[in-house]
């Protein structure tokens, strides 16, 4: 097996079937229309609901969903091998994640553009939307908390990403205003926007803007409550349509690079079925992969941002298939070239940290020695100093894969987002396209990451900022002032920000990161239940069986990994980080709550049908 099969074969896959399948869905079950005004168009604010072209949607709609989450997941999950990952993202996008999406959004669109816990409540009860908005509260928190971590953890680490990524975001208010104040056409615009984009990548490789992981955090506190309250064409709309450009085009270049490489994969198809992986526990492949790949595969998120922003902007009905099957199909793809650059050259990068680890060792012990050699420090203090300095080395080896892979990526202090980066790098500097430098490239692809999780991070907080307002509409009736001063934009926007980064704060990305797949993916079997309720109850369809058996499927199976999550692996962590390990466990459990009440009423609705 080699890169470019599979390369091959994951293009064939998501363009024929979004030529077959996805426009049969689109013609025979949501029966899409533009004789049917858009929100966007009805109900105009200037603020939310402002139409936009379909490449400028598209942009925000797939930066969006994109996020960290296609490039992490895949990351973690090679501990399984290549291809088990591989299948979950594949088979996963096909017969979950793009339907689940197309309908999330097209339902939106024919409810006003409202929230797909507004649809589960009319459709289902009133008692599932409270169930349903809740849990979705508790997502959005967790996205904010694992998304800031891994922004906040890659700033502090390469301050060249973090300085390209400041100046991209004040090149996007630039962009936004040439399309929506000077009305400039789109191309043009594009065309200056993108070449102010690469000028701002290379002025971070120059002007690069060091920090604590700590005050990351601080600024993104600020920066996602200011995102996600000013008008979505300020910044929001164009970040996100630039940030697409900048996706395409590393897609292309990994691509590229690993189909013309015909690199052999050089680690396990298959390793064992319970690797350390979670929380340092062994980690059962079913039911925890959905725990570890959401978005690249399927994700509950992609419902909030289609029924929460996209619906929205959306222009027309027949733009819907391409935002919304269109970007799960893309997203998809993006993972399989990520998994593609791990099997190819994810060893080959964790041998070159390894070498590169006991080599700055090395050098810290001969300084510890000369300076006690030199007189300069005292003999017993330069004696400690080279002894913390030498680490006993480890051997790298293909044997027990599974095991091995987690455990030397944290000796190594290699992250997931880290391995990403030079694994991309790698298989750039194979191919024919090895010209490109490769601080460059390791920029780019940084940016794929910090980009794209700042993206969610802002769209996130705008979506809890409407969650908030729809929860708190029974409160209105009753004392209007505190609804006024609660549903005031800003505020709505604090909350969620304060908790997500409040449990970012202890860096437990094990912990928060599979917490989020577990919310992630529990709402999606829950949207994609709702879709299915709006396809039968709403379009007469005889079409709904295709969402209900998998949605069934996932919800049994992020049940048991929420279940074996909170047994297993939080006991420990909550003894590491009382305060985060606690709201976690909490958060879980009230969702495994919810969780039953929804299914419940779920079960009912469908009896009565």
Known sequence: ?????????????????????????????????????????????????????????????????????????????????????????????????????????????????????????????????????????????????????????????????????????????ILGYLIYKVKMNLPAATVIGVAMMAAAIWAGTIFPVQASFEIWLVVLFFYIIIAASIPVNILLQPRDY???????????????????TFRGVEIPMITEFAPILVGGKPTPFWPAIPLIIACGSLSGFHSLVASGTSSKQIAKESDGLFIGYGAMFTEGFLSTIVICGIAGFGFTALQNAHAAAMAAQ?????????????????????????????????TLTLDNWGAMFTKTSEALKLSQANLVVQTYADMVAASFLSFIPVKIVKV??????????????????????????????????????????LTNRWIASLIPAVLGIYLAWSKQFTIVWPSFGAANQLIASIALMTGAAYVAKKLNSKFAIMAVIPAWFLWFTVTAAIIWFMAVVMPANIAKAPGQGWTVQIIMGIMLIMNVIFIVDFVKSRKKD
């Not at 858009?38 to 604010?45: F, T």
């Open 1 to 173: 097996m080699t890169t470019t099969i599979i390369c091959i074969v994951g293009f064939i896959i998501y363009m024929g079937l979004y030529f077959t399948y996805g426009k049969k869905i689109e013609r025979d079950v949501v029966k899409a229309s533009d004789e049917i005004e858009a929100p966007s168009k009805r109900l105009y604010d200037g603020i939310d609901y402002v139409p936009a072209h379909r490449m400028v949607l598209f942009g925000h709609h797939f930066s969006s969903i994109a996020g960290a989450g296609p490039i992490i997941g895949p990351a973690m999950a090679i501990c399984w091998g290549w291809l088990p990952g591989l299948l979950w993202v594949w088979i996963g996008n096909v017969l979950i994640g793009a339907i689940h999406d197309y309908l999330a959004l097209m339902a939106s669109v024919r409810y006003d553009g409202k929230s797909i816990q507004f649809v589960a409540s009319d459709l289902i009860s009133k008692r599932t939307g409270t169930a349903f908005y809740w849990l979705v509260f508790f997502l959005l928190v967790l996205v904010v908390a694992a998304f800031g971590t891994v922004i906040s953890g890659m700033f502090a680490k390469t301050p060249e990403i973090a300085g390209a990524s400041i100046y991209v975001t004040f090149v996007a208010m």
């Open 242 to 260: 630039l940030n697409s450009w900048l996706l395409y085009f590393g897609i292309a270049i990994g691509f590229s690079a690993a189909f013309f």
């Open 362 to 394: 090395a050098a810290a012990a001969a300084k510890a020695a000369a300076a006690v050699a030199a007189g300069t420090v005292a003999a017993a203090g330069g004696a400690a100093a080279a002894a913390k300095a030498t680490v006993a080395p480890f």
């Open 444 to 485: 780019i692809a940084g940016l794929w990451i910090s980009a794209f999780a700042l993206t969610t991070l802002d769209t996130t907080n705008r979506i809890a900022r409407y969650c908030v307002v729809e929860m708190l509409a029974p409160v209105k009736d009753k004392i209007e002032g505190l609804y006024n001063i």
